[in-house]
């Protein structure tokens, strides 16, 4: 099912308990780490933390909804990721180069957004933050590219926990340290700094290793650059698995994402403040989702990838669970705690994982394309499904809209046992 890959007889060092040291020490885990925090620092640039911006300075609500479609291009990314796996560009490396080039343009547009200002023009403010977020997703397709091509498979569970490490302590800089500088320096300050931070990443790419040219198909015309992803993955697994193993992606995180556009609601409805959430949810649960990164790390480096899909799928699940606490317990800080707790730990424990598994899906012809895909996949369920969880809480209520979810985990259960034989391990 699985593409193989290049060196694997040595892909043995990366598993049991003394490969989850080997794996968290090579140079790719530091590298990642820089990366990570560069893939994270735009994406509350030009989402929460830009709207607060705009309406800080009197920019209506209806114009800052319209706004917020801007974070569409992360959904959109697999559309033009085929160019960056089949152009190279004449600088750096295939995957270096694109790197770089994002970066500098992510720095361009947070720059002329620091220099311009919504006061100025709005709608030229507007396509800044369009243009950063399409250098944001795409630097997202280069490095998810550059993680699956430069590890083997079974390390790639430490790379992406050092990733999530990076991501989030960038989350951590866009978001709450941002606001704090918003409010010293003013709001164009705080966006140059933040500009000036990609200079890490950027750093790192420029420093880092190309990845081995190990490309069977690379001379193909523009519009197969388009088609021969998908023709290649259908091909190689049969219409029927290609379908299930899209639809198992799909529904992966589906219980997680269903209550993801309610979480802050549902906080204020339950009597916490807006610095309870702040402290509790933004500060306290990123650190858990870091530390359940790490632990999907080190569980996929000591176990197969099999047993760690049915953990991850139901801790998502379970840990809804943990929501009818703050339910049941309002405005109490212990209930909020081990909600978050609960949560974090799991979404950081199945994110890693369904990274793993994504990347074993993927043909190294066309990584980007493929994986950027595969990443698309995983959101959009949730983001549909998700719209109409404001008329179940109505219909119902919070705590049976929390089973709900939960139970919500059932078909990606059947789904998984029905795919268990054709899921690809090590031993295999």
């Given amino acids: 099912m699985t593409t193989p890959v290049p060196g694997s007889s040595s892909t043995h060092h990366y598993r049991g308990w003394r490969g989850i040291r080997r794996a968290f020490a090579t140079p790719s885990a530091l590298t990642m780490l820089f990366l990570g925090f560069g893939s994270g620092l735009p994406f509350l640039l030009v989402g929460g933390t830009l709207s607060t911006w705009l309406r800080d300075t009197g920019v209506a609500l209806t114009a800052i909804g319209l706004v917020s479609y801007a974070s569409f291009f992360y959904v959109l990314k697999f559309l033009w990721a085929p160019l960056v796996d089949r152009y190279q560009l004449p600088f750096l490396g295939r995957r270096k180069g694109w790197l770089a080039c994002s ?107 190309e990845p081995a040219q190990i490309l069977a198909v690379r001379e193909i015309r523009i519009w197969d650059a388009f088609l021969k992803p998908f023709q290649e993955f259908f091909s190689r697994n049969g219409v029927l698995l290609a379908l299930a193993l899209l639809l198992f992606v799909g529904l992966f995180k589906l219980p997680d994402q269903m209550i993801g556009v309610l979480a802050g609601p549902f906080y204020l409805d339950s009597g916490y403040t807006k610095a309870d959430i702040a402290t509790v949810s933004k500060l306290y649960g990123v650190w858990i989702g870091i530390a359940g990164a790490f632990l999907g790390g080190i569980c996929l480096a000591a176990f197969s990838l099999r047993p760690m899909l049915v953990a991850a799928a139901i801790a998502v699940a379970i840990s809804n669970i943990s929501f009818l606490l703050m339910a049941n317990y309002p405005a109490q800080a212990w209930a909020f705690f081990a909600a978050i707790s609960a949560d974090n730990l799991s979404q950081g424990f199945a994110g890693v994982v369904l990274v793993a598994f994504m990347s074993s899906l993927t043909n190294r012809n066309f990584t980007a394309t493929q994986y950027a895909l595969l990443a698309s996949l995983a959101n959009l369920p949730g983001k549909f499904i998700g719209g109409l969880s404001g008329y179940i809480v109505e219909a119902s209520s919070y705590s049976a809209f929390f089973i709900l979810s939960t139970f919500s985990v059932v078909p990606t259960l059947l789904l998984l046992a029905w795919l268990w034989k054709n899921i690809q391990t090590e031993e295999h």
């Fill in 103 to 209: 970066q500098l343009l992510l720095i361009g547009a947070l720059s002329a957004m620091a220099f311009c200002g919504p006061e100025a023009s709005l709608a030229v403010f507007v396509a800044l933050a369009c243009l950063a977020a399409f250098a944001g997703a795409t630097q997202d397709i280069v490095v998810d590219a550059y993680r699956i091509e430069i590890a083997p498979v079974e390390s790639q569970a430490a790379l992406a926990a050092t990733y999530t490490l990076g991501y989030r302590a960038a989350l951590i800089l866009s978001g709450a340290m941002a606001l704090y500088m918003a409010e010293l320096f003013g709001w164009s300050n705080a966006y140059w700094v933040m500009a000036a931070c990609v200079l890490m990443p950027l750093t790192a790419a420029v420093l880092s290793k």
